[in-house]
């Protein structure tokens, strides 16, 4: 089945400072998000993103299907961006929709 | 207010008892879906539903169950067939399974632990 792989596994920021995240992975998909996991467990939508490039705020992404790879870029960081960011993709052509998860970034901003 | 929710956000269960989690939403979406998330990993599909009183196993389905009665519910039972049943339970839904339209959201969870 498809490999989602997620880089660094862990991150310490200061805070202010810039980050990028990234997920490789090992197939074509018809879906691609990031979440923001909270420290109460909740997964926070950030960007649905197949492909393409999108922005939010401090926050953007940039899809390469044809490569593989996914960016999260997180701009001029705050403490209550800590927690955990997941990266999942669908099972290209595949009926059930279901998403596969990367084992995720944790992400620590220090005031 | 639309969303995802989710009951109880704690349970606490005996060997050997079953258990049911709830998941509800008012999206209107047709897809549902159950992941269970252990600690420092990702979320694994244990059921997902496309359509009312359908649903199919996900990846790690052993020793649970569900139902689709109606489009707004899917609630999860843990049985005691589980061997490992303690982790954090989390419902997810989407406008459709597959696609363009498989964006999913996902409610608050459950955290089950077995005593």
């Known amino acids: 089945g498809i490999q989602v792989e997620q880089s660094p596994p862990d991150l310490i920021l200061q805070e202010g400072a810039n980050s990028t995240l990234r997920c490789n992975f090992s197939?074509?998909?018809?879906?691609l998000q990031w979440f923001h996991q909270n420290p109460w467990g909740q997964l926070i939508n950030l960007f649905y993103?197949?492909?393409g490039t999108k922005q939010n705020g401090r926050l953007s992404a940039t899809t390469v299907a044809t490569e593989r790879y996914s960016l999260l870029y997180i701009s001029s960081s705050q403490t209550t961006d800590s927690g955990v960011y997941f990266c999942?993709?669908?099972?290209?052509?595949?009926?059930?929709?279901?998403?596969?998860f990367g084992k995720g970034t944790k992400l620590s901003v220090k005031p | 207010d639309g969303g995802i929710t989710q009951s109880p956000k704690y349970l606490f269960r005996k060997e050997g008892q079953n258990v049911t989690l709830s998941c509800e939403q008012n999206?209107?979406?047709?897809?549902m879906y159950w992941y269970r998330q252990d600690p420092g990993q990702g979320l694994r599909l244990i059921y997902y539903?496309?359509?009312?009183?359908?649903?199919q196993k996900g990846d790690i389905a052993e020793g649970y169950s569900v139902s689709r009665e109606k489009k707004e519910s899917f609630p999860l039972t843990v049985t005691s067939a589980q061997k490992n049943p303690t982790a954090f339970y989390l419902c997810?839904?989407?406008?459709?399974?597959?696609?363009?339209?498989?964006?999913?959201?996902f409610g608050p969870g459950t955290r089950l632990t077995v005593l």
């Open positions: 997810a839904s989407s406008i459709a399974a597959g696609g363009p339209y498989n964006e999913q959201f």
């Open positions: 197939d074509s998909v018809n879906n």
């Open positions: 993103i197949p492909s």
């Open positions: 999942a993709v669908d099972n290209y052509g595949g009926s059930q929709g279901n998403l596969i």
């Open positions: 999206l209107n979406h047709d897809a």
């Open positions: 539903s496309q359509i009312v009183n359908d649903f």
